[in-house]
Every structure is written in structure tokens, then in C-alpha cells.
């Protein structure tokens, strides 16, 4: 069963941080890439960081340098450490394989007030 939780959003002010987690199922999670997506109000969706079961990392430019993706494959988790937030980051936020599946979670929310 394909299961994925994502938590740690909120709100934060422009310039602040979030630190959100991705806990998946174990049949999602290894050994494959694993990508952070968001979803602003009245968009699409979108991709925003890639990491391999390996290590590497891919970003987004709208996120490159701010924005920091990584995994605990032991723990099948993966975290998306969000630095100098801005408001156009305000979305929901989900995480899934990549690329990804037609199954998501639930998603947290992330509100940038500026």
C-alpha cells in the first residue's frame, strides 16, 4: 500500500524557515528518487527537488540555493529544509516518487505572510 505523509507546515514570515517531512511506505520509498512538489493557489502543480536514493539532488531555479532535500532511507523519510521563504512559496506542499506517482498524500499547507 502506498502511503505518504507529509508534515511541517505553517506560517512563517518572509525570510524565515520551515523543515517539512515526508514519511512514505517503505514500497515507495526504496530504492527510488524521491521529489518535493507544490501547489499554490490556483496553479499547478509543480516539482521543486529530486533526490536519488543515493544522494543526489536536483532543484527547481525558483527554489535553487534556498531550499535543501534530503533522506533518511533507514527511516524512509525525506526532509525539504526551507530557508529565506518568500510569499510566491505559499502552497501545498507534497512529496512523492520521482518521477512521481498518480497517488498523494495529503500535503501541509505553507503560508508566507510578507
Known amino acids: 500500500q502506498v502511503q505518504l505523509v507529509e508534515s511541517g507546515g505553517g506560517l512563517v514570515q518572509a525570510g524565515g524557515s520551515l523543515r517539512l517531512s515526508c514519511a512514505a511506505s517503505g514500497s515507495i520509498f526504496s530504492p527510488n528518487a524521491m521529489g518535493w512538489y507544490r501547489q499554490a493557489p490556483g496553479k499547478q502543480r509543480e516539482f521543486i527537488a529530486r533526490i536519488t536514493y543515493g544522494g543526489n539532488t536536483g532543484y527547481a531555479a525558483s527554489v535553487k540555493g534556498r531550499f535543501t532535500i534530503s533522506r533518511d532511507n533507514a527511516k524512509n523519510t525525506m526532509y525539504l529544509q526551507m530557508n529565506s521563504l518568500k510569499p510566491e512559496d505559499t502552497a501545498v506542499y507534497y512529496c512523492?516518487?520521482?518521477?512521481?506517482?498518480?497517488?498523494w498524500g495529503q500535503g501541509t499547507l505553507v503560508t508566507v505572510s510578507s
Open positions: 512523492n516518487r520521482w518521477p512521481y506517482l498518480e497517488v
